[in-house]
């Protein structure tokens, strides 16, 4: 089976290739339409708008009859501290901004996959909870300025520099990284799906 991950995200791919899965990139270019406000059905939303929107380009690449051999995979992942949703940053003051409130709180990694196969449609949504230390604001400043915050959503990167600042977790490491990886193959197995 032809496995598509409908994500750009480097960290998505480096997750599925740790796992020995063989896979190609199809990226999405949908508009995205979220219609809640509460996080795990924005997720949920957004990896079924990118993982519908893949599936197409795919079966048009790969038409003649091999769509049943194609999975498409569709996620996306935000950040949430209580009512406020975190996606990537706008800018340095809004990295600035978002880690300022992640510290010394608990918050939640909620991340959405959504997997297409011609004959089956499986969505689920992860969540991890994340405890921070206090990080003083010289601290802040100087991990936004590394530049590694802003393609993440949070605003950071827990296998990255500000890994020093995490207290604990509680669910799955790689969901925080950006892709449940243990969760999928878990569900994968369940519906009696192979990659």
């Given at each position: 089976m032809k496995v598509i991950l409908g994500s750009a995200s480097p960290r998505r791919s480096d997750i599925l290739k740790q796992a020995g899965i063989d896979f190609e990139v199809l990226v999405s270019d949908c508009e995205e339409k979220i219609t809640s406000d509460i996080p795990s059905d924005i997720v949920a939303e957004l990896s079924l708008q990118k993982a519908e929107d893949v599936w197409e380009k795919a079966s048009l690449k790969y038409g003649g009859?091999?769509?049943?051999e194609i999975m498409v995979i569709g996620a996306d992942t935000i950040v949430a501290l209580g009512n406020d949703v975190f996606g990537k940053p706008a800018d340095r003051e809004?990295?600035?901004?978002?880690?300022?409130?992640?510290?010394?709180?608990?918050?939640?990694?909620?991340?959405?996959?959504?997997?297409?196969t011609s004959d089956k449609r499986l969505?689920?949504?992860?969540?991890?909870?994340?405890?921070?230390?206090?990080?003083?604001?010289?601290?802040?400043?100087?991990?936004?300025?590394?530049?590694?915050?802003?393609?993440?959503?949070?605003?950071?990167?827990?296998?990255?520099?500000?890994?020093?600042?995490?207290?604990?977790?509680?669910?799955?490491?790689?969901?925080?990284?950006?892709?449940?990886i243990a969760r999928l193959i878990h569900e994968l197995k369940l519906n009696g799906t192979v990659m």
């Open positions: 009859g091999e769509e049943s809004d990295a600035i901004r978002m880690l300022k409130m992640l510290s010394g709180n608990v918050h939640q990694v909620y991340t959405g996959v959504t997997v297409i969505s689920f949504v992860s969540c991890t909870d994340v405890i921070v230390y206090d990080v003083s604001d010289d601290d802040i400043a100087a991990y936004v300025d590394s530049g590694e915050p802003m393609d993440k959503a949070g605003a950071y990167a827990i296998q990255g520099g500000f890994a020093k600042y995490i207290k604990e977790i509680h669910g799955e490491y790689n969901n925080v990284v950006g892709f449940p």
